[in-house]
């Protein structure tokens, strides 16, 4: 399977057409101070607007899947749960596109637009309420029910780490409550919610659906026992549940004295432990740890979504970075391949994500055409698809590949202001334009996709 992925509050725009209501990134975009330059999803790629321009340049792209979420929001806009036809229709219309071109839709459920109306008091509402899983799941099965029978792949919900840690543990993503160890509860919460959507895409879903969840781990160097540790406390919180069924005990022995787990209650480690035929891995960099000689908590960005890691340091990392500051290491792609085979009894792995940000600019040639020159672009993707070929090699079960992203979008606290599309977006036409990665891209995977 080899794909692109976008999501819904990244690239729709349309913020309050045909009855979508505010998600908790309208509310966080639209509060000053959180994003930056104040850039809101208003407007994005106006792909509400323009999706069949934009599933035709999918479609000359070659790619046989096209990874996209369902924007909540616009599907189930109030909180009585009564489902918006007009939501619903619009993705239905792409997902009928989408097959009508020969591409899988691969729908994530979850990609952060958690309803404004579930988070109306957020020091006790949002993934901080047990609730709010048993809504996903109402919400997951509507969905399902609706596209069940043209959507074979569901991903429940995409990098829970962000969900949980920068959303609650510190304030860099919405709703930004900077609670520390309460992204632990968010944590569970939202395990909780997978095991319940997976019951719930299962029974409306018709034809045994594919699960899925997307993970993006933080994968880390330098000291062992600190990589270890960030290891329990940001990726196995989620995967040990989820995929073994239960919380790795040495997790609650370091968070001893921060957090109590009293908000797990019998039966929830059933639930959340579901049969699932992918594992989703979003991988971009890695991170470089230190034990810190300090004796207190250091007020840095990463320590403060890593409750329980508060002696470790975050060093700069080495070598070459890209726009948003991030390292470029596919060897550790290709190790976590490896890893997660071997971790998780070789269960199909796919990259639902991995591209690289860079400061692309519009060249105009002397006859007019536009091009994007982001050779930069090529060569990290080239080098992570080596990786992934290399974990194939060595036994890992992979069985997909997404680039993030199809086209340059709203990127979350950084607004408009990085770029990682195959397609360059000018924000003031809305014109499309093929960078050399796309081009690359199609070629690439017209030589290597299975006939
Ligand atoms: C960044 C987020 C980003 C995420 C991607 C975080 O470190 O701060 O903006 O979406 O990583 O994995
Ligand atoms: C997210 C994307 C984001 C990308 C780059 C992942 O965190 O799933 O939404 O744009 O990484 O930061």
Redesign the pocket.
Known sequence: MFGTATAAYQIEGAASEDGRTPSIWDTFSHTPGHVLNGDTGDKADDFYHRWQEDLKLIRDLGVNAYRFSIGIPRVIPTPDGKPNEKGLDFYERIVDQLLEYGIDPVVTLYHWDLPQYLNENPQTDGWLNRDTAYRMAEYAGIVAKRLGDRVHTYTTLN?PW?SAH?SYGGT??APGLGGGPLAFRAAHHLNLAHGLMCEAVRAEAGPKPDLSVTC?LQINRGDSDAVHRVDLIANRVFLDPMLRGYYPDELFAITKGICDWEFVRDGDLELIHQPIDVLGL?Y?STGLLAMSDRPQFPQSTAASTAPGASDIDWLPTKGPHTE?GWNIDPDALYNTLVRLNDDYDHIPLVVTENGMACPDKVEVSADGVKAVHDGDRIDYLSRHLDAVHRAIDEGSNVIGYFVWSLMDNF????GYSKRFGLLYVDYDSEERIKKDSYNWYRNFIAEHSAK
């Open positions: 990098e962000c920068l860099e993503h993006n979003n971009y948003m990127e979350w606290a950084f």
